[in-house]
Structures are given as C-alpha cells and as structure tokens.
C-alpha cells in the first residue's frame, strides 16, 4: 500500500514538472514596427473580356486563272518564301499556241505596212490603206499582249513574303478559274480580330485595347470597326493592330478587355500583396495584432491592384510585408 502511494505521488511531480517545462519555452513573438495602408473603394472602369484571335494583316487563297494541268509544285506546307517565288508551273498547250499564232499574225501586219508604206510613196497605194494597217497592227499587239498575258497565268508566283500554310494541289491535277491551289500568310504585321456584342460602347478609331496573352499584358490599337452587327450573333467585328515584335503567333488565342460602364471595387497598393505559391495573401493589423487574410485579386495597373474578395474597405493592410512576419504577432503602426 505504501509502495503504491509512492508511485502516485512521483507520476504527479512528474506531470507537474513536465507542465512547467511546457510553459517556459513558450515562444513570445516580438513587436513588428509595419507601415500600413487603409483600404478602400474607388470607381474605375469595368472590363468585359472578350476571346479574340491573331491573324496576319496579309493572307491570301492563291487561285488559277485559267484551266491548265498541273506540272510542277515546288513548295511544302510550311515553307517560307519571297514574294515573287515560283511555287507553281502549269501546262496549257492552247495558249502557247495563242502566242505563236498572234505573234505570226503581227510580224506579216508590220511586213505588209512597210510594204505598203514604201508603195505609198511611189502613190501606188492610197494613205486610207496605210493607216487601216496602222491600225491592224494595234489590234494585233493588244491581241499578243493578251495571248502573252494568260502565259503569264501557267507559273503561280508567292504575292508577298510569308509561309505556305495550306497545299490543294499535286501534279498532274487540273486547275481551273477560281480553283484554290494554296493558302499563305504573311509574315509582317499582325492583328486580332474579336467579336464584340453590340451592346458594348463604340471606341474611337486608335483607341488603345489591353489584351491578354499566355499571362502577359499588351496593348494594341482600335484599326477597323465594322459598322453593321452580325444579325445571328448580335456582335460586330473589330480588328486590332499589335506593335512590331509583339510576342504573339498567328492563330493564337487572346483575352481582349473592353469597356463596359464604370464600377466600384476594392483597391490596395502592389506592395502590400505577398504570394505564397499560389496563394495571394496580404498582412492586417486588427486590434495590435496581424492577421493573415488570403485574396483573391484581379486587375493590376499603375502600382494599385484590384482585390475581388478577402478584404472590406476601412481594412489596414501592411505594406512590404517581407517574409518575416508572422500571423498573430504583435504590431507598432508606423505613421
């Protein structure tokens, strides 16, 4: 019985003992000195975002102009070429044929005029027949020009410089007027195009647009707005020009922001924002003591960042928090 007491009464000192251990390596946060900043509402314009595509300012269906066959293609999906470049060769006999006929049927009308023109001036002829030849001779050239011309039309040249990004033909096929033979896009200035409803505001012509691409901000300019609404999906189509070098690609997808009236939100500055993977969080001082609040934000501009939740205004936000505070520690307001 006794033994029994004594080993009660060591548990409990030991239970004692190990509490007062507990209490006096307690860690006591020391005082921050912060700066802070109170938030509160402005009015800012509100943005609709709007999905928009790139595309190159030049692009073009390539088409025959007569019917040939097909003999040669020299180019591939994707190349690139110079304007100018033969990419394609056809064949039409017939008009080479045109050719030889209205070039013989010039060379014996200027044979004839200068015999007739030797025999005017010995006046065995009449000046009448010397200049209804003058004018068999214009009549031929126009002929050959056109004979000429539609030769011109067998080797189908790159209009600019860019990259082939479609291919409808192979040899041996045959072509006809208005048959597309290949697709290009060229590879100078870029614009996006989007679809805006009809019931957003009109923007003056040049009017600077912010879009979004891969996670980056661009500007671009208002360059054509077309004046009539598409009937079937009550929006109009807007075209904006990218700066040289913008880091884009042709057939990208956009985020294009457009005004849609003025709102209310909350607003704190940039520094007062700490990321923590993919967090956003920001620091309070509420009643001495700092809060870790977690937001969510949304427009970012001239150094002030939108915050959509987590904070109210009249809040007390700490600017340039760093990484060495702490949730409930102990606060100093700088003023």
Do not use: C
């Given at each position: 019985m006794v033994r029994s007491v004594s080993m009660g009464l060591a548990i409990l000192l030991l239970a004692g003992c190990g509490h007062q251990e507990g209490k006096d390596t307690a860690i006591v946060l020391p005082e921050a000195d912060v700066w802070t900043h109170l938030v509160g509402e402005r009015t800012h314009t509100?943005?609709?975002?709007?999905?928009?595509?790139?595309?190159?300012?030049?692009?073009?269906?390539?088409?025959?102009?007569?019917?040939?066959?097909?003999e040669e293609v020299s180019f591939t999906i994707g190349q690139a070429v110079t304007a100018g470049d033969i990419l394609i060769e056809l064949r039409a006999d017939e008009i080479d044929a045109r050719v030889e006929q209205a070039e013989a049927a010039l060379a014996q009308l200027e044979r004839n005029y200068e015999r007739d023109k030797g025999l005017l001036a010995q006046s065995a002829t009449t000046a009448e027949a010397v200049r209804t030849l003058e004018d068999r001779i214009r009549l031929a050239k126009a002929e050959l020009a056109e004979a000429k011309t539609m030769e011109g039309y067998q080797l189908i040249r790159a209009?600019?410089?860019?990259?082939?990004?479609?291919?409808?033909?192979?040899?041996?096929?045959?072509?006809?007027?208005?048959?597309?033979?290949?697709?290009?896009?060229?590879?100078?200035?870029?614009?996006?195009?989007?679809?805006?409803?009809?019931?957003?505001?009109?923007?003056?012509?040049?009017?600077?647009?912010?879009?979004?691409?891969?996670?980056?901000?661009?500007e671009s300019r208002l360059a054509e707005w077309s004046?009539?609404?598409?009937?079937?999906?009550?929006?109009?189509?807007?075209?904006?020009?990218?700066?040289?070098?913008?880091?884009?690609?042709?057939?990208?997808?956009?985020?294009?922001?457009?005004?849609?009236?003025?709102?209310?939100?909350?607003?704190?500055?940039?520094?007062?924002?700490?990321?923590?993977?993919?967090?956003?969080?920001?620091?309070?001082?509420?009643?001495?003591?700092?809060?870790?609040?977690m937001i969510k934000t949304g427009?970012?501009?001239?150094?002030?960042?939108?915050?959509?939740?987590?904070?109210?205004s009249g809040d007390q936000v700490v600017l340039s928090p760093g990484n060495q505070l702490k949730d409930g520690q102990p606060a100093k307001v700088i003023q």
């Open positions: 509100r943005m609709q975002w709007l999905p928009g595509t790139v595309y190159p300012v030049e692009q073009a269906l390539v088409a025959a102009k007569i019917m040939a066959t097909v209009p600019f410089n860019g990259t082939v990004t479609s291919k409808k033909v192979r040899r041996g096929d045959l072509a006809t007027p208005g048959m597309v033979l290949f697709s290009i896009e060229g590879s100078g200035a870029l614009e996006i195009q989007v679809q805006v409803p009809d019931s957003l505001s009109a923007l003056p012509y040049g009017t600077v647009v912010a879009i979004e691409a891969d996670r980056q901000k661009l004046p009539a609404a598409d009937p079937a999906s009550r929006t109009r189509l807007v075209k904006l020009v990218l700066p040289a070098e913008s880091p884009v690609r042709s057939g990208q997808y956009v985020r294009v922001g457009w005004p849609a009236g003025e709102t209310t939100s909350i607003w704190i500055p940039a520094e007062a924002l700490s990321i923590h993977g993919q967090m956003e969080r920001v620091y309070l001082v509420e009643e001495s003591f700092l809060r870790l609040r427009i970012r501009e001239a150094g002030w960042i939108q915050v959509l939740a987590g904070l109210k």
